[in-house]
């Protein structure tokens, strides 16, 4: 996944555990960069839950209106539980994508749907945390391509120096 161009969108979040997670799912996944808009996150800003330090590796960034800072080619795509969004199960992640979220608190409001080319549900029964959302879409984006790999070298790089466990196979 070399060519990933994903950039996440955050409106008005207010959490800086939600925040933090984001950022590590971010580094994770590979996302190239964190908008996020509105001044409660900068409020309580603290990173502490962004245990593999991401935020210095990923850009972020605060503005003032996300719907400004699309990157160039980038398709928008709305995370929202709203009537007429497609399910991500069937949903085919763009190459370069603008994934934006709403706030802890509320939705995307219909004037942000509106300027999203695609708006995505996740299939829930009720709605999900922020952090966990995003997770849960950059994990589909990743599952879904074809580039991600899927043998033990990408666990080797992956995991932490306390794991040396394997399966044995009986």
Known sequence: MSDNKVTIGLVNPKSPANVGSILRAAGCFGANK??????????????????????????????????????????????????????????????????????EDGSLTQEQLNWCDKVVYLPTKGCLNLAATVNVVLYDRAAKHPDTPRDDELIRQSRDTNNRVKVIKK
Do not use: M
């Open 34 to 103: 964190v908008l996020y808009s509105g001044q409660r996150y900068a409020r309580a800003k603290a990173f502490h839950t962004d245990t593999k330090n991401a935020q210095s590796a990923i850009p972020t960034q605060a503005v003032d209106d996300l719907s400004q800072h699309i990157p160039a080619n980038a398709t928008v795509v709305g995370i929202e539980l709203v009537e007429g969004a497609e399910v991500l199960i069937d949903f085919q992640h763009p190459e370069n994508a603008f994934y934006v979220f709403g706030p």
